[in-house]
C-alpha cells in the first residue's frame, strides 16, 4: 500500500534485502532434506564418493528395499502408527470432553476442577519420580505406557477451551429447551462446531506420538516388540556415530551390499515424509490454534 | 425462641444440602466427562510430587515409599559437594541463556521481514517451509545436523572451503568448544518459523490506522516499523519471554542427548541428563530425585523473579 504511492532508493533496497534473505532461509531449510532425500535415492557405493547434492547420481531403490526388511524397524513402523492413530483420538476426545466441561459456567466443580488443572503447569514431579510411578503401575515393558500416560495435554484442553468460550451460549440454551442432555449437547453441537481447533489439537498430538523416542529409549528398550520408529532410527544414528554398523540379524547379508550411511538416510526419509504429507494441510488451522493458545495462557 | 431458629438452620442445611446433590445429579454428564480425567491427572501429575520424598530418603524400589530409611539432606548435601555437577549447571545455563537470548531475537527479526514482504506467493511459501523443521523428530534433526557438520562431504564443511575460509574440515562433532553453539544453531533452525507465528499474529492485530496516521505525519518505514510494529508486539514478546525464563534449567536433554558424543560431554552433560544417568542408569533413585528437586526450584524461583523485574519496570504483572 505504502509503495504504490511512493517508493525510494531506500524502500526498494531494503525490499531486495528482504528476498534474498527469505530466500537464503529457505535454502538452509529445504537443504538438509534435499539431500537427504537424493543420498537415499543414490547407489550406497557411489554415495562413498561425496560430492551428491539434491539429485541422485545413480539411481536406485535398493537402500530403501534393505530397510524394509529389517524386522526392527517394521514392528517400529507397526507400532508408531498404531500409537499415532490411537493415542490421537483418545487425545482429542478427551481434551475436548474435559475443555468442554470447564467452560460451563453453571457447572459445580468446574472451579476446584481448573484450579486442579492450572497447578500442574507450574510442577512437575520429573524425570526419577515418574519413571518410579510406571513401574510401580506395571507400565514398563507395555505397548500401554505410550498411551495412557499421554491420554491428556493440559494444555490442549485449555486451547478448546477458549474456543468453546467464543461459541456462542445460546446455542446450548436452546438445545437445553428442546430437551437435549449435556452429552448429547457436548457430541451433537460442540464437537462439530469445534473442527478447527481439533484438528489443530489433532496435528499437535500425532507429530508428538509420531516423533518421540524418549519414552520408548526409558520403558521398552529391552522389550523389541514394543519398539517405534524414531528409536529404530535413533539407533542407526547413535550406532553410526561411533562407528559400528547398525546390525539386524534378520538382515546381514543385505547389509553387506548397502552402507550404514545410505541406510541412515532412508530411514530419516521414511520417518520424515508423513508429517511432510500433513502439515502443509492443516497450516491455517495450526496458526489460529497457536495464537489461541498463546492468548489463553 | 432458640430451639426454633436451631430447626430452621438446620432444615436450611439440608435443603442446600439436597439442592446440591439435586443439581450434582443434574450435571451428572458433566462429571462423567470430566472425573475420570481428574483421577488421572491425580495419579500422573500429583502422585510423582509426592514422589519427592524418595530425595531425603535411601529409596530401595523393594520397599514401600513410607518405609524407607530417611537420610535427611544428605543428597542434596553430596550433590552440591559434587564437581560435576557445577560443569553440568555451567552447560545447562549456557545453553539455555544461548537459546533464549537468539531463539527470541530472530524469531522477531524474522517476523518483522515476513511483515514488510509484498509479494504474498513468496511469503506463504517462505512460511510454509520455515514449519517445516518444527514437525521434524529431534532424532531426525540431529541426523541431518551431524550429516551437514560431517568431515567427509558435509555441506557447511564444503561451503567454508569453497569460500577459502578453512582449509581443512573442520571437526565441529568432535570439538567440546563447539558443541554449545551447533546446539543453539540447531535450535534456531528447528524453531526459529514455527516461534516467529505468534510474532506475526500480534503484528496483524496492530490497528492499520496507526500506520496511516504516521505516515501523513511523515514517517518512513523503518520508523513505522520501530514506532509501531515494535511495541505492538511488546506484551505477547514479554508474556512469552518471562515464561521461559522459567524454563532456564529445564530446557529439556533430547538435543544434548541425541547431538553429544562422549568427546564432548564436559560440554554437552545438562541437568536431566545428569539426573538420568544417576537415577536410572545407576539406580541411584534417591540422588536423581534430588536433582530434579533442584530444578524444579530454581525453575519457579526465576519466573517469580523475572515477573517481579517486569512489575517493577512496567507496573504490569504476567503471572
Known amino acids: 500500500m505504502q509503495g504504490t504511492i511512493r517508493r525510494s532508493t531506500g524502500d526498494k533496497v531494503f525490499d531486495t534485502f528482504i528476498y534474498i534473505f527469505m530466500a537464503v532461509v529457505a535454502i538452509v531449510t529445504l537443504y538438509p532434506f534435499l539431500n537427504v532425500l537424493a543420498i537415499s535415492f543414490n547407489d550406497s557405493v557411489d554415495t562413498v564418493r561425496g560430492g551428491l547434492t539434491i539429485y541422485p547420481r545413480e539411481f536406485t531403490l535398493k537402500n530403501y528395499e534393505t530397510i524394509f526388511g529389517f524386522e526392527g524397524l517394521l514392528v517400529g513402523f507397526k507400532n508408531s502408527v498404531i500409537r499415532t492413530v490411537l493415542g490421537t483420538l483418545i487425545g482429542v476426545l478427551s481434551a475436548s470432553m474435559m475443555a468442554y466441561t470447564l467452560s460451563r459456567p453453571d457447572f459445580q466443580a468446574r472451579r476446584w476442577m481448573s484450579v486442579v488443572f492450572a497447578l500442574t503447569m507450574y510442577f512437575s514431579g520429573g524425570l526419577i519420580p515418574g519413571f518410579l510411578l510406571m513401574k510401580s503401575l506395571g507400565l514398563v515393558g507395555t505397548f500401554a505406557v505410550y498411551i495412557i500416560p499421554a491420554i491428556l495435554s493440559v494444555w490442549n484442553v485449555f486451547v478448546v477451551r477458549s474456543y468453546i468460550d467464543g461459541l456462542p451460549y445460546a446455542l446450548q440454551e436452546s438445545a437445553k429447551i428442546d430437551g437435549a442432555n449435556d452429552w448429547t449437547i457436548f457430541w451433537k453441537i460442540i464437537l462439530p462446531l469445534c473442527q478447527p481447533v481439533l484438528a489443530t489439537i489433532a496435528l499437535f498430538i500425532a507429530v508428538g506420538h509420531w ?39 534378520n538382515a546381514q547379508q543385505s ?21 511432510l504429507m500433513v502439515y502443509p494441510f492443516l497450516q491455517k488451522y495450526f496458526v489460529k490454534g497457536m495464537t489461541l493458545g498463546a492468548v489463553k495462557s | 425462641m432458640k430451639p426454633l431458629t436451631d430447626v430452621t438452620l438446620g432444615a436450611g442445611s439440608t435443603n442446600k444440602r439436597n439442592r446440591f446433590w439435586f443439581k450434582a445429579f443434574q450435571q451428572r454428564y458433566l462429571y462423567m466427562m470430566s472425573l475420570p480425567f481428574i483421577i488421572w491427572i491425580f495419579i500422573f501429575s500429583y502422585v510423582p510430587v509426592w514422589g519427592w520424598l524418595t530425595a531425603f530418603q535411601n529409596y530401595k524400589p523393594k520397599n514401600a515409599i513410607l ?18 555437577f557445577y560443569i553440568v549447571l555451567r552447560n545447562t545455563l549456557a545453553m539455555s541463556t544461548m537459546g533464549l537470548v537468539v531463539g527470541f531475537t530472530v524469531p522477531v527479526i524474522f517476523a518483522l521481514l515476513l511483515n514488510e ?9 517462505v512460511q510454509t517451509i520455515s514449519y517445516l523443521p518444527h514437525f521434524v523428530s529431534w532424532v531426525v534433526v540431529a541426523g541431518l545436523v551431524s550429516k551437514m557438520l560431517s568431515t567427509d562431504g558435509g555441506a557447511v564443511n564444503q561451503f567454508l572451503m569453497w569460500l577459502n575460509i578453512t582449509d581443512a574440515p573442520i571437526q565441529f562433532m568432535a ?17 526459529m518459523g514455527w516461534n516467529s507465528i505468534i510474532f506475526l499474529a500480534a503484528m496483524a492485530g496492530i490497528d492499520p490506522e496507526l500506520y496511516e496516521a504516521s505516515t501523513v505525519d511523515g514517517a518512513g518505514r523503518f520508523r513505522k516499523m520501530w514506532h509501531i510494529t515494535l511495541p ?21 536433554f533430547e538435543k544434548q ?36 528437586i533442584f530444578n524444579s526450584v530454581v525453575s519457579i524461583l526465576l519466573v517469580f523473579i523475572a515477573n517481579g523485574i517486569y512489575k517493577r519496570v512496567t507496573k504490569e504483572s504476567i503471572i
Do not use: C
Open chain 2, 175 to 191: 570439538k567440546g568448544s563447539w558443541f554449545w553453539g551447533i546446539v543453539t544453531a540447531s535450535d534456531l533452525w528447528k524453531e
Open chain 2, 117 to 125: 514482504m509484498r509479494g504474498q506467493i513468496f511469503k506463504r511459501s
Open chain 1, 211 to 249: 516423533n518421540s523416542w524418549f519414552d520408548t529409549y526409558l520403558f521398552n528398550n529391552r522389550s523389541a516388540e514394543n519398539t517405534t520408529l524414531q528409536y529404530e532410527l535413533m539407533k542407526v544414528l547413535l550406532s553410526t556415530q561411533t562407528g559400528s554398523n547398525y546390525r539386524d540379524p
Open chain 1, 255 to 275: 547389509i553387506a551390499a548397502v552402507s550404514p550411511e545410505s541406510i541412515k538416510m532412508a530411514i530419516t526419509i521414511v520417518v520424515t515424509v508423513p508429517i
Open chain 2, 232 to 252: 505492538g508486539i511488546r506484551t505477547t514478546f514479554m508474556v512469552l519471554f518471562i515464561l521461559s525464563i522459567g524454563h532456564l534449567v529445564s530446557i529439556g
Open chain 2, 257 to 292: 542427548f541425541l547431538l553429544g558424543n562422549p568427546l564432548v560431554s564436559d560440554f554437552s552433560e545438562v541437568l536431566d541428563l545428569y539426573a538420568l544417568k544417576y537415577g536410572i542408569q545407576m539406580s541411584r533413585y534417591s540422588y536423581g530425585t534430588a536433582i530434579g
Open chain 2, 67 to 84: 518405609d524407607q530409611k530417611w537420610v535427611g539432606l544428605d543428597n542434596f548435601i553430596e550433590l552440591f559437594q559434587d564437581d560435576r
